[in-house]
């Protein structure tokens, strides 16, 4: 079955950096976009972003530009997200999800991984 | 400030029907399909509803969706207790500059 197994957590200073892994099995890994969400504490989900495996283009929200980077590696079907500059606001637990899609308007997060914990405290 | 805009809780008995509404714009609901997912208590999401109103195997025919225009909505019938949880949203958006946008959660409590 569908898995995706994300790396544990992490405590971080400000400004350092973070690097989340999420490791997928139980499918082909390049067929299927990976997108990264995150949750605050005791907030909403936010899209941060997205690769797709197949060729490697990423899509970052506005906000985030500059400070993350998605990547892949196809060899261990495992992809990465890492955000730089941390500040206190980027404590949040951070989801990858796999993300189908049918054409242009048919598209929907089938799978997600546990969560990681990212703490940024000094 | 989410992009789509869900109500912030709902509540219902067990047995009941509960609908949670979704409101978001010709840019996303108005022209691309919506998912829902159910968030647990100290869990990942979950996928629920994906195309508007199809369930994943697995998921009880008590969950249902549906779209009408810039709007869309979950329905949960035969209410459980284990129904409790946070229920988001979401749909790709065309802006420019947005990709995929979420509701703030509806936080559902069942009495």
């Known amino acids: 079955q569908v898995q995706l197994v994300q790396s544990g957590a992490e405590v971080k200073k400000p400004g350092a950096s973070v690097k989340v892994s999420c490791e997928a099995s139980?499918?082909?890994?390049?067929?299927?976009?990976i997108s990264w969400v995150r949750q605050a504490p005791g907030q909403g989900l936010e899209w941060m972003g997205r690769?797709?495996?197949?060729?490697?283009?990423?899509n970052y929200v506005q906000k985030l530009q500059g400070r993350v980077t998605m990547t892949t590696d196809t060899s261990t079907s495992t992809a990465y997200m890492e955000l730089r500059s941390l500040r206190s606001d980027d404590t949040a637990v951070y989801y990858c999800a796999r993300e189908r899609k049918i054409g242009a308007a048919y598209r929907w997060f089938d799978s997600w991984g546990q969560g990681t914990l990212v703490t940024v405290s000094s | 400030q989410s992009v789509l805009t869900q109500p912030p809780s709902a509540s219902g008995t067990p047995g009941q029907r509960v609908t949670i509404s979704c409101s978001g714009s010709s840019s996303n609901i108005g022209s691309k399909t919506v998912s829902w997912y159910q968030q647990l208590p100290g869990t990942a999401p979950k996928l629920l509803i994906y195309?508007?109103?199809q369930r994943p195997s697995g998921v009880p025919d008590r969950f249902s969706g549906s779209k009408s225009g810039t709007s869309a909505s979950l329905a949960i019938s035969g209410l459980q207790s284990e129904d409790e949880a946070d229920y988001y949203c979401?749909?790709?958006?065309?802006?420019?500059?947005?990709?995929?946008?979420f509701g703030g959660g509806t936080k559902l409590t069942v009495l």
């Open positions: 690769i797709s495996i197949y060729n490697g283009n990423t």
């Open positions: 979401a749909a790709w958006d065309d802006s420019l500059s947005v990709y995929w946008v």
């Open positions: 139980g499918y082909t890994f390049t067929s299927y976009g």
């Open positions: 195309s508007n109103n």
